[in-house]
Nanobody
Framework: QVQLVESGGGLVQAGASLRLACAAS????????MAWYRQAPGNQREFVAR???????NYAESVKGRFTISRDNAKKTVYLQMNSLKPEDTSVYSC???????????WGQGTQVTVSS
């Protein structure tokens, strides 16, 4: 059974940093593209960042230059380093895994990030 468990969320002031982590199990992690999405109340879920199996990354325009996604295949963990946080970054951040062998998507439960002004 695939499990994605996010951690690292919290309440911070604008300008602060947080690092989110998503630990995966039950999946061939090194063969999965990993991504972070976020959803604020009343809004649709939106893409934040992705890292492929070959560590190619791409980001939403709104977070470019502030957020960095990385992965540690040995620990089966993907990270999202978030710097210069803004109140508009306030959302539930969820981890997504795309298993390239089975074409399946998996989601974590999410972790709340709240940025106060």
């Amino acid at each position: 059974q695939v499990q994605l468990v996010e951690s690292g969320g919290g309440l911070v002031q604008a300008g602060a940093s947080l690092r989110l982590a998503c630990a995966a199990s039950g999946i061939m992690f090194r063969l999965a593209d990993m991504a972070w999405y976020r959803q604020a109340p009343g809004n649709q879920r939106e893409f934040v960042a992705r890292i492929t199996t070959t560590s190619i990354t791409n980001y939403a325009e709104s977070v470019k230059g502030r957020f960095t996604i990385s992965r540690d295949n040995a620990k089966k963990t993907v990270y999202l380093q978030m710097n210069s946080l803004k109140p508009e970054d306030t959302s539930v951040y969820s981890c997504n895994a795309y298993a390239s062998l089975t074409y399946d998507h998996y989601w974590g439960q999410g972790t709340q990030v709240t940025v106060s002004s």
